[in-house]
């Protein structure tokens, strides 16, 4: 069976993490902002799949991240 990734917010693709618009221990509503990469030339926001608590930050601003490279572990 696949992971399950519901708790996690992946990097979609190599790139640079330009905001993390979220703290440890903030409740996220479904659709809100998680974080924005930038990856050739474009922003892309990531946003929380569904209602959730930040558990973890795994990336600051300004930090390269690999595809797949978990940004943000939720509760």
Do not use: H, Y
């Not at 990097?11 to 998680?34: F, N, Y």
């Amino acid at each position: 069976a696949p992971a399950d990734t519901s708790r996690l917010v992946l990097s979609p693709m190599p790139g640079l993490v330009v905001s993390m618009d979220v703290a440890v221990g903030q409740t996220v509503r479904e659709g809100e902002v998680v974080c924005v990469l930038e990856a050739m030339k474009m922003q892309n926001i990531l946003r929380a799949e569904r209602d959730a608590v930040v558990k973890t930050i795994n990336a600051s601003p300004g930090d390269p991240v690999a595809a797949d490279q978990v940004l943000v572990e939720f509760q």
